[in-house]
């Protein structure tokens, strides 16, 4: 009787060097994962994703459409007698002040506009003191809005020429009277710059360094929300 020879031995040498290929292809592909991983700075899982056209559009820089203001913080406390000892260690050229938000006390070195700012966080570090900038933006999306950053800016130019040694007061009367005039410019003003315009027209006509506290405390709850 005629059988059909199998050449079991032939079949299975191929099936060995398929096995052989399958783990030389897995060997290397677990190679090139290693490699990525301990030589790719870790960033294999986060690829690069190229914005379109609009993402790119909606990322750009908008400091150029908002008036920057920038707060200074030297630290957080959960005691009020600590955050005033830390508040004694700033620089004398600065009137800090000292928050209290959520429980906590913020010591603060001081509020300025952005162009001021990058000069006093580098007079603090030169100091030694641990400090981080709270950038707020008021958007130039209204005339209110504009007028607002406006106000607020005069604010500052008065309470920080206390920073100035030889400054014992400052008169306020032609920056009540501008305040008033340039507010008069807006037809309904909101709830916000009413109590803004308010505090202004409240400020001694011979303000000093007393009344910086709370000319502060008033521009930080003010500005804040406009945090960024």
Sequence with gaps: MRYTR?????????????????????????????????FSDGEISNPLKVPNKNQQEEGVNTDADSNIFKVIQCGLFSKEENANSALTTLPSSMTGFVIQEEGKFKVMAGI???????KKTEE??????????IKCSIPKDSS???????????YLQIINKFEESDVKSVKTVDFKKWTEETVANIKSPSEE???LVKVIKELP??????????????????LIKYRV
């Design 6 to 38: 199998y050449d079991y031995k032939k079949k299975g040498g191929g099936g060995f060097f398929l096995w052989i290929l399958l783990i030389i292809i897995l060997a290397v592909a677990i190679g090139i994962t290693i490699f990525k991983m301990f």
């Design 144 to 154: 209110e809005k504009k007028i607002e950053a406006q106000i607020i800016e005069g």
């Design 112 to 118: 300025y506009i952005d162009e001021e700012s990058a």
């Design 205 to 222: 006509d011979e303000y000093t360094k007393k009344d910086v506290k709370a000319s502060k405390d008033f521009l930080y709850k003010l």
């Design 193 to 195: 710059v009413q109590n």
């Design 124 to 133: 603090l570090t030169k100091a030694s003191i641990n400090n981080f900038t």
